[in-house]
């Protein structure tokens, strides 16, 4: 089933497209990666599928709900995590996985179990009880990931889960990601700056450049077509074309 | 449940958050009573030194007259010390040996009243420093003059035989003040000042407050903007309306908070201040020197109707406030900008209806310039507010209608531009754009 379906998307800032003909597909148990630099559009095109944009032309689907008519319904289905997102600084670990699961209509039982689905795979131990204003940014991180996946979210939209965090976070939060998608047969999509971790993480990458897919494909595929060693080496090459 | 969560969210952030503890809640309670107690004891102090201390006068008695010399001893009889000076003196030598005052009596000053001309006495004070304890030694060396200048005219009075009470009073008024359909036994002078102080006073410091809070309850939006925390919540399965609601609804807690703080330390620097007012009071007045402080005057009895129409007026305004607040705080595009916005936003145009209102009639004031007033939503409060202190109540609830009014129409703007894209996209600020490389 398709998890994802993006149709046509154009989005402008005041007289610049930054999003424009945008098309892509991202299965179910998918992990979908969004490569480019900056200004490629990979974060307009993420919060578009999160419904905090609306596309000025085009419409996307999340199992077959637009998200321009259907955002109420889109919101319970998807998990966004922004890039570089702060933390309530008062608040505990504990006590944010909480509020947010209690706003995602969890009750009771299902409440709890959440909770501690979050608590476990953050890996935070006792500063789970501390306030978040303590942590440091690996640790804010992942308790940023454990609530986008405590709900068990059908599809992530996650922009640069790792970026800015030590080798030892990043691979902690990489492998969690793929592993609830294995287990709940979730989709993801993801953007990266770091074409490398892409290619270990997803299953089917697009790279972008202002606000277009160049080149979409599994990593392996690309990499063989354009005889490169690494995706850098692929865009590289796609832009010099 | 998820309202209720949020609520708590928005809560525990706000009120964890030292800035706002400190500055909203805390400072009031500890400065007021500081403040009050420093006053209280800077009083007590400055009346005990007034009390002990012993006045020295010295006096150049050119005249050596009859009445400069009647003068010299009514000054006297108020147990005060007088050096009497022979030929010409240094002025700073006299004073720095600790003479309070110089007194000279030229030549012709006996001779002057008996001719029945004004006599003419030159008196140079030691002022050393411009402190309290330094306005009760003028005011005793001023009253004691004045009460020697008093007795001499009651002799000269006596010596012509004239009825000197009945000459320099002849008529005794008794004023009376027509306030609000009602006659009361005070000058008006007491009663406007008394409505200035009572009615305008509490609810400009309470704006003043809230202002604070408008500030807080824009900070919230920004920092979450800044921080991004903001769309984690778009995409949350709550409506934003809800999101709103709950930021409108701690920062009014706040508020309320904030107020009753100021409420209780005002309280406590009110009776620690003017306790000891009424010793320093005392001793003016037994000195018969000029009136140190005004007197404080007692408010003037509102009635419930008066007080209920005042507290809705306020509680409007105050939703006001928030309302500019929240408002600010989704068009700027940080903390930053947000505080900057607020300050302008707020207080601009709560300033000048303030003063217009309290000291002009806006109805009097060319066209263009009262069209201007009419369209800035705190002229219809401090309106309403005025209304309220002259009893006219229908008037004074329509005014707050129109504050309601504007209210509405800045949380539909708020809200407007909050269900939608603006939200994240709006970017707001004073502060000169950094060129995107």
Redesign the interface.
């Known amino acids: 089933m398709i998890a994802v379906n993006a149709i046509d998307l154009w989005k402008k ?1 005041g007289k610049r497209y930054v999003v424009k003909r945008l098309r892509f597909k991202v299965e179910e148990g998918e992990i979908y990666g969004l490569v480019g630099p900056n200004g490629a559009g990979k974060t307009t095109t993420l ?1 578009i599928l ?5 596309p000025d032309k085009g419409d996307a689907y999340i199992f077959e709900k637009s998200v321009v008519k259907d955002t ?1 319904i889109v ?2 289905i ?14 505990t670990g504990r ?1 944010f996985l ?3 699961g ?4 969890l ?1 009771d039982r299902d409440l709890k179990e959440a909770i501690e689905y979050g608590v476990e795979i953050s890996g935070l131990g006792e500063f789970i009880d501390a306030p978040m204003g303590s942590y440091s940014k690996g640790m804010r991180r992942r308790i940023m990931v454990a ?1 986008a996946l405590m709900s068990k979210s059908r599809v992530l ?1 996650l922009d640069e889960p790792t970026s800015g965090l030590d080798v030892e976070h990043a691979v902690y939060v990489r492998r969690l990601i793929k592993d609830y998608v294995k287990q709940m047969n979730a989709s993801c999509i993801m953007s990266s700056h770091n074409m490398l971790e892409v290619e270990y993480m997803c299953d089917r990458v697009a790279l972008m450049k202002d606000g277009a897919i160049i080149v979409e494909g599994d990593p392996k595929q690309i990499k063989g077509e354009y005889n490169a060693e690494n995706l850098e080496e692929v865009f590289i090459k796609v832009v010099r074309k | ?2 309202l ?3 609520i ?2 928005e809560l ?2 706000l009120l ?2 030292k800035t706002i503890l400190i500055g909203v809640v805390l400072m009031p309670l500890l400065l007021f009573p500081t403040i009050g107690g420093i006053f209280s004891f800077t009083m007590m102090e400055a009346a005990r030194v007034g009390e002990v201390e012993t006045i020295t006068l010295a006096v150049n008695d050119l005249d050596g007259g009859e009445y400069s010399s009647f003068l010299i001893d009514k000054i006297r009889e108020n147990n005060v010390q007088v050096i009497l000076i022979r030929g010409s003196s240094n002025l700073n030598e006299l004073f720095d040996k600790g003479i309070a005052a110089f007194i000279e009596f030229p030549r012709e000053f006996t001779e002057n009243i008996l001719a029945g001309k004004k006599a003419k006495i030159y008196v140079f004070y030691n002022v050393k420093t411009a402190k309290i304890t330094s306005l009760i030694s003028i005011s005793k060396i001023s009253g004691i003059l004045s009460r020697a200048y008093q007795s001499l005219s009651e002799k000269l009075a006596e010596e012509k035989g004239i009825d000197l009470d009945f000459l320099s009073k002849p008529i005794e008024e008794e004023s009376n003040t027509l306030y609000g359909g009602v006659v009361l036994n005070y000058p008006p002078t007491i009663i406007v000042n008394t409505i200035l102080s009572s009615v305008y006073g509490l609810p400009l410091v309470a704006l003043i407050v809230v202002g604070l809070t408008a500030t807080i309850s824009a900070t919230s939006i920004g920092l979450e903007k ?4 903001l ?8 409506s934003r309306l809800k999101i709103l609601f709950t930021k409108m609804l701690a920062s009014t807690i706040i508020a309320l908070i904030g107020m009753f703080s100021f409420g209780v330390g005002f309280g406590v620097y009110l009776i620690l201040a003017f306790s000891r007012m009424g010793s320093l009071q005392e001793l003016s007045s037994r000195s018969g020197g000029l009136e140190v402080f005004s007197p404080t005057v007692s408010l003037l009895p509102l009635n419930s109707t008066a007080v209920i129409i005042l507290m809705l007026t306020i509680f409007i305004a105050m939703l006001l406030t928030m309302s500019i607040g929240i408002l600010v705080g989704v068009l700027a595009e940080d903390v930053r900008g947000s505080q900057q916005l607020v300050g302008a936003a707020t207080f601009l145009p709560m300033f000048p209806a303030f003063f217009l209102t309290a000291f002009i009639n806006i109805d009097e004031l060319a066209f263009p310039v009262s069209l201007l007033m009419m369209l800035n939503p705190y002229t219809h409060f401090f309106k309403a507010i005025d209304y309220v202190s002259t009893g006219r109540y229908l008037e004074a609830v329509s005014a707050t209608m129109v504050t309601g009014l504007f209210t509405l129409v800045f949380l539909i703007i708020s809200a407007w531009l909050f269900s939608g ?1 603006r939200l ?2 709006l970017k707001v600020s004073l502060r000169k754009k950094k060129e995107i490389t």
């Open positions: 800032f919060r999160a419904t905090i944009l609306k109420k919101r319970k998807i998990s966004y995590l922004p890039e570089d997102v702060g933390v309530y600084k008062h608040l006590e909480k509020i947010n209690l706003i995602q209509g009750r609530r939209i | 449940m998820s209720r969560a949020l708590y969210k525990k952030e964890m958050e800044e921080a991004k925390t769309e984690i919540l778009l995409t949350l399965p709550i894209e994240i996209t």
